[in-house]
Nanobody, 119 residues
């Protein structure tokens, strides 16, 4: 069973930085893709960044140049480094992982971590 656990969410002032972590119960190399989504109050969940095997990491236009995904395979952890934070970055941030087995695709989600940016 795959488990993803996010941490690192906090209340931060605009212009500040945060690093979110996502620890997985299985090797990072067992996934075909890992990334981050977020959901602000009253809005749909949106892609923040996604890193897939053999593909360039993609970022939402709203976070390009400010957010960066990285991974530490030894720690089975993915990170989201967030800089120059804005109030509109306020949301619950979710870690996700993808796995393809033949014709089947599987998605796994963490429980989310709250990020609040004050102006």
């Amino acid at each position: 069973q795959v488990q993803l656990m996010e941490s690192g969410g906090a209340l931060v002032q605009a212009g500040g930085s945060l690093r979110l972590s996502c620890v997985t119960s299985q090797s990072i190399f067992s996934f075909d893709g890992m990334g981050w989504y977020r959901q602000a109050p009253g809005k749909q969940r949106e892609l923040v960044a996604m890193s897939r095997t053999y593909e360039r990491t993609t970022y939402a236009d709203s976070v390009k140049g400010r957010f960066t995904i990285s991974r530490d395979s030894a720690k089975k952890t993915m990170y989201l480094e967030m800089n120059s934070l804005k109030p509109e970055d306020t949301a619950v941030y979710y870690c996700t992982a993808e796995r393809r087995l033949g014709a089947d695709e599987y998605e796994y989600w963490g429980q989310g971590t709250q990020v609040t940016i004050s102006s």
